[in-house]
């Protein structure tokens, strides 16, 4: 027969396969429990490092904004709301230009990179397309004390004077936030989006219908999350704004640097803090849900 050992060489060292002892096998019960606590140890561990991170230096920034007075010491040794008292007009006045441009960029960004989107979608990324992508995404790789020096030198002079102007800050920070406005404009744009405007364009539907009525509400998401990353990046810019901005322009980023360098670290920590919960409120606003108006 097959499974005689004598006349089948396989059965016959299959019989003497040593198995470990019952103990030393590995239980599934058991390999369940070590990847439950595995993955339990390093979620713990992602969630300190982005306490660590994150989390830890925006309150030290809060504590500091109503310490009477830190320093050597774990915690301040009194509170006091005089920092926020001490604040002026104009820093105030720094406020409302960082929400202004900030508002005014993440517009912009998003409107032109909603364009650029849409004008490539479909194209041939191998000739003029693939051009077209590359420059759009060129700010993302130079840095932006180097993009502000040079929109400095090439704006200065006449005919396109933008030296002593605002527009250059604006400018700058365009350039900055569109190659992530356009990145969030082109992956919301789905190849089944691509199927609808296609099938109301073979209904007889206009461009400018297809575009009101199909494409936009089903980028409504995709321009939401342009707008809020580039208001983000706009507050928080420091670099190109602090190369071209004009006398008498101040956004909050450059009101806290310099009154770092002056050693202010209390108030600087106050002004940020009012930054910190403005921008909060204008993310929250930007990412609020519109509710549908139900037709009658």
Same mark, same amino acid.
């Given at each position: %027969?097959?499974?005689n050992?004598?006349?089948?060489?396989?059965?016959?060292?299959?019989?003497?396969i040593?198995?470990?002892?019952?103990?030393?096998?590995?239980?599934?019960?058991?390999?369940?429990?070590?990847?439950?606590?595995?993955?339990?140890?390093?979620?713990?561990?992602a969630?300190?490092?982005?306490?660590?991170?994150?989390?830890?230096?925006?309150?030290?920034?809060? &504590?500091?904004?109503v310490?009477?007075?830190?320093?050597?010491?774990i915690?301040?040794d009194?509170?006091?709301t005089r920092?926020?008292?001490?604040?002026?007009?104009?820093?105030?006045?720094?406020?409302?230009?960082?929400?202004?441009?900030?508002?005014?960029?993440?517009?912009?960004?998003?409107?032109l990179? &909603?364009?650029?989107?849409?004008a490539?979608?479909?194209?041939?990324r191998?000739?003029?397309?693939?051009?077209?992508?590359?420059?759009? %995404?060129?700010?993302?790789?130079v840095p932006?004390?180097?993009?502000?020096l040079?929109?400095?030198?090439?704006?200065?002079?006449?005919?396109?004077d933008?030296?002593?102007?605002?527009?250059?800050?604006?400018?700058?920070?365009?350039a900055?936030v569109?190659p992530f406005?356009?990145r969030?404009?082109?992956?919301?744009?789905?190849?089944?989006l691509t199927?609808l405007?296609?099938a109301?364009?073979s209904?007889?539907a206009?461009?400018? %219908?297809?575009?009101r009525?199909?494409?936009?509400?089903?980028?409504?998401?995709?321009?939401?999350?342009s707008?809020?990353?580039?208001?983000?990046i706009?507050l928080?810019e &420091?670099?190109a704004t602090?190369?071209?901005?004009?006398?008498?322009?101040a956004?909050?980023?450059?009101v806290?640097?310099?009154?770092?360098?002056?050693?202010?670290?209390?108030?600087a920590?106050?002004?940020?803090?009012?930054?910190?919960i403005v921008?909060?409120?204008? &993310?929250?606003l930007i990412a609020?849900?519109?509710?549908?108006?139900?037709?009658?």
């Amino acid at each position: %027969m097959a499974n005689n050992p004598a006349t089948n060489p396989v059965a016959a060292a299959s019989d003497h396969i040593a198995l470990p002892p019952k103990h030393l096998r590995a239980r599934p019960v058991e390999r369940s429990v070590l990847a439950r606590f595995g993955s339990g140890v390093l979620l713990a561990l992602a969630a300190l490092l982005c306490f660590w991170l994150f989390v830890l230096p925006v309150i030290v920034v809060a &504590l500091s904004s109503v310490a009477s007075h830190w320093s050597g010491t774990i915690l301040p040794d009194g509170f006091s709301t005089r920092w926020f008292e001490r604040l002026g007009s104009s820093d105030f006045d720094a406020l409302t230009t960082s929400l202004e441009v900030g508002f005014g960029v993440a517009v912009l960004g998003t409107a032109l990179g &909603l364009w650029l989107a849409l004008a490539l979608e479909g194209r041939d990324r191998r000739g003029l397309g693939a051009i077209a992508d590359a420059l759009a %995404m060129v700010p993302n790789g130079v840095p932006s004390v180097v993009l502000g020096l040079a929109v400095l030198i090439a704006y200065h002079k006449a005919p396109v004077d933008l030296s002593s102007s605002a527009a250059i800050v604006v400018f700058v920070q365009l350039a900055l936030v569109l190659p992530f406005c356009y990145r969030c404009a082109a992956a919301g744009l789905r190849p089944e989006l691509t199927v609808l405007r296609e099938a109301a364009a073979s209904l007889g539907a206009p461009p400018a %219908m297809v575009l009101r009525r199909v494409v936009l509400p089903q980028l409504v998401p995709a321009i939401r999350a342009s707008l809020a990353l580039g208001f983000a990046i706009s507050l928080g810019e &420091l670099g190109a704004t602090l190369t071209v901005y004009p006398p008498g322009f101040a956004t909050v980023p450059i009101v806290v640097v310099g009154a770092v360098e002056r050693g202010y670290y209390l108030p600087a920590s106050a002004l940020s803090l009012i930054l910190l919960i403005v921008s909060l409120a204008a &993310l929250s606003l930007i990412a609020a849900r519109v509710p549908r108006r139900r037709a009658d």
